[in-house]
């Protein structure tokens, strides 16, 4: 059976719908009156890209069979991928009630940890990109970090809502636990170059925290590895420098900072990367300006949980720069 169609904005064209009831499919084609008089013209491709596997439509066929048994294969959800079930389940108030804010602060803490953690992971592949020669991407990486950097400080915005009252609500629940326990902040710190066997020793035996400090006081830093990159990039670094030991902190050099004078007058590619680093240190100042504001503001000069000196220890960390001879140099650019 053939059906007219409603006739189209070009006069010349008719559109028919043909149907067969020994078929499930619907065929339809447009007619030109041209085309009944000089035959078939030429078939036209397609703007569109052909579909490609892993659309829509083969998770659906995915769902409707499994390749064993007929049983049905649902595809990966939302929820599934990032296991939404066990992370709201890690919010766990010791309060009685709870008390209302203590829920921010657990999920404020734990949201810095998932930071904390990115931003290892990201520092970890720029120096192995500056190992590789890659300046460039490592450079972009540490804009991201950078940027996770101003969400930390962001977040003590969000925290400052919660008033010394309501704090202390719950405050005695934390019992021994302190923020200095961070086994990551002290990660990032290594990372950084500010390093102590010291703090290794302060968690405990056998832990995964005491385990993956040990690992990074032994490493490069992420300055040990630039200054390895400038090395290879053609400004001898003095040997004293290249081969001192790694699990000491970061010291200002003379002969470090005539390296990086040079590069930031001959070398604008790599006084590109010093300029990232300088905002790194800066960013990491910051936050701890802002976390130590923040302490304040929550609990005066009172002694931290866990037997810490609070706000007291917080203020000495201030004004110490991760990078201290990109600094030095200032004054004779």
């Not at 590789?132 to 962001?154: E, P, Q, W």
């Not at 200095?180 to 002290?186: H, L, M």
Request: glycine share 6%; with cysteine.
């Amino acid at each position: 059976m053939v059906i007219p169609a409603a006739r189209t904005r070009v006069g010349s064209l008719r559109r028919f719908i043909s149907t067969d009831p020994d078929r499930s499919l619907v065929e339809c084609r447009v007619v030109d009156r041209r085309e009944a008089q000089s035959g078939p013209r030429p078939e036209r491709r397609s703007i569109f890209p052909p579909r490609l596997p892993g659309t829509y439509m083969d998770l659906e066929k995915r769902k409707m069979t499994d390749a064993k048994d007929g049983a049905p294969d649902p595809a990966m959800t939302y929820g599934d991928y990032l296991e939404v079930e066990g992370l709201l389940d890690l919010q766990r108030p010791k309060s009685a009630g709870p008390e209302h804010d203590e829920l921010l602060f657990i999920v404020i803490h734990q949201v810095y940890e998932l930071w904390f953690k990115q931003i290892l992971h990201e520092a970890d592949y720029a120096c192995r990109l500056l190992a590789a020669g890659d300046g460039h991407r490592a450079g972009h990486t540490l804009k991201r970090v950078l940027t996770i950097l101003k969400v930390l400080v962001s977040q003590l915005d969000i925290l400052e809502t919660m008033t010394p009252l309501e704090f202390d609500s719950f405050r005695s629940r934390l019992d021994a636990a302190s923020g200095f326990q961070s086994d990551q902040f002290r990660q990032i710190e290594f990372m950084l170059g500010k390093k102590s066997a010291d703090i290794v020793e302060r968690f405990p035996e056998g832990s995964r925290g005491r385990a993956a400090l040990a690992e990074r006081l032994a490493r490069p830093g992420l300055w040990a590895t630039f200054l390895r990159y400038l090395d290879r990039e053609g400004h001898r670094i003095p040997d004293e420098v290249l081969n001192r030991d790694r699990t000491l902190s970061i010291e200002a050099h003379a002969g470090v900072q005539e390296v990086l004078l040079r590069v930031y007058h001959d070398d604008p590619k790599n006084a590109q990367l010093c300029e990232r680093l300088v905002d790194l240190d800066e960013g990491i100042q910051e936050w701890r300006y802002r976390h130590v504001k923040m302490v304040q503001r929550t609990i005066g000069m009172k002694m931290g949980t866990g037997g810490s000196k609070g706000a007291q220890y917080l203020m000495q960390t201030l004004m110490t720069p991760m990078f201290p001879d990109l600094w030095e140099i200032r004054t004779r650019l």
